[in-house]
């Protein structure tokens, strides 16, 4: 198992920047494919990035392309997303999470691990 924190969360304005970390602890991170999902008032969770193991392959909602950027330090057993140019329709509970397989990394059913969330709100 692994256990899965997040931080970074706050308030920003329209077009501002902020950056998430997840930190893992337990089983070996580098066991793990780690994304990162976000669910809005009234909505579903929904996908918003996704990393390999090694760094090598990365994945992004369309929504957020060019504008979010995931990362991972093995070293640190953590994960980050870094998001820029940031819009009210950002706003969510982001969620870390961890699965076994690089295979449909942008399906929410593949992740058997999650944190508690971290709150994202973009005033306009």
């Known amino acids: 198992q692994v256990q899965l924190v997040e931080s970074g969360g706050g308030l920003v304005q329209a077009g501002g920047s902020l950056s998430l970390s997840c930190a893992a602890s337990?089983?070996?991170?580098?066991?793990?494919?780690m994304g990162w999902f976000r669910q809005a008032p009234g909505k579903e969770r929904e996908f918003v990035a996704a990393i390999s193991r090694s760094t090598t392959n990365t994945y992004y909602a369309d929504s957020v392309k060019g504008r979010f950027t995931i990362s991972r330090d093995n070293a640190k057993n953590t994960v980050y997303l870094q998001m820029k140019s940031l819009k009210p329709e950002d706003t969510a509970v982001y969620y870390c999470a961890a699965a076994t397989s690089l295979l449909r990394a942008t399906m929410i059913d593949q992740y058997a691990y999650w944190g508690q969330g971290t709150q994202v709100t973009v005033s306009s």
């Open positions: 337990g089983r070996t991170f580098t066991s793990y494919v």
